[in-house]
């Protein structure tokens, strides 16, 4: 889809949305947000990735969508998408943004866009004032937020509060359980592409 058509359907989708929802948030909308509060659960589909040729490109199927990563060509890559540290932070821009939207919308406020601009970084807590450890690396996810629209300051400060409250940022700024497990049995090649097809 290029660029015109991709603009089409999102701007369709929002219209649609506009529309359907009027003054009440829909279904999904409302689990969400109720996560990003802390009540209720997050379901979201199976995330599949594959691996082929070059060496770290990433196939990442997402239901019907399809997404590749890889790491820049000064890491030995070829750039084909973005790097692990960046869907990171895209999950994060997105959630924080979306979460924000529902909340202004649920209460008609006349929030026109959101911009979320997020960097990463990684340093020694010695080497940090505002650190709450002193000992160890430091993982920073920076996010710098900008709301458009007639706003009042008390609605941009909740607002702020508020993007702050999103699912995945609730995530990450906790401990994560991550579990592995090694799948039995051997898959060859061809059958592994055949599996991540269907």
């Not at 991709?6 to 506009?18: E, F, N, Y």
């Not at 279904?27 to 990735?49: C, D, M, P, Q, W």
């Not at 340093?123 to 706003?151: E, M, P, Q, W, Y």
């Not at 702020?160 to 699912?167: D, L, S």
């Amino acid at each position: 889809m290029n660029q015109a058509g991709a603009r089409q359907l999102v701007g369709a989708r929002a219209g649609q949305s506009r529309r359907s929802s009027g003054r009440v948030v829909s279904g999904h909308h409302r689990r969400l947000l109720a996560a990003s509060l802390g009540k209720g659960e997050v379901v979201t589909r199976n995330v599949i990735v594959n691996s082929n040729f070059p060496p770290y490109v990433q196939n990442i199927s997402i239901g019907p969508h399809h997404l590749l990563a890889d790491e820049p060509s000064d890491a030995g890559g070829a750039d084909a998408g973005p790097n692990p540290y960046e869907l990171v932070m895209a999950a994060l821009g997105a959630c924080t943004s979306m979460t924000v939207r529902m909340y202004a919308e649920r209460r008609n406020w006349p929030l026109e866009k959101v911009h979320v601009d997020l960097t990463f970084s990684r340093f020694h807590a010695a080497d940090c004032d505002d650190c709450s450890r002193k000992k160890g690396i430091v993982n920073r996810i920076t996010k710098r937020i900008t709301f458009i629209g007639d706003l009042s300051e008390i609605q941009r400060q909740r607002l702020m509060h508020i993007a702050n409250k999103c699912p995945v940022h609730r995530v990450l700024a906790r401990t994560i359980e991550i579990s592995s497990t090694l799948n039995s049995g051997s898959m060859s090649a061809a059958s592994a592409e055949v599996s991540s097809l269907s």
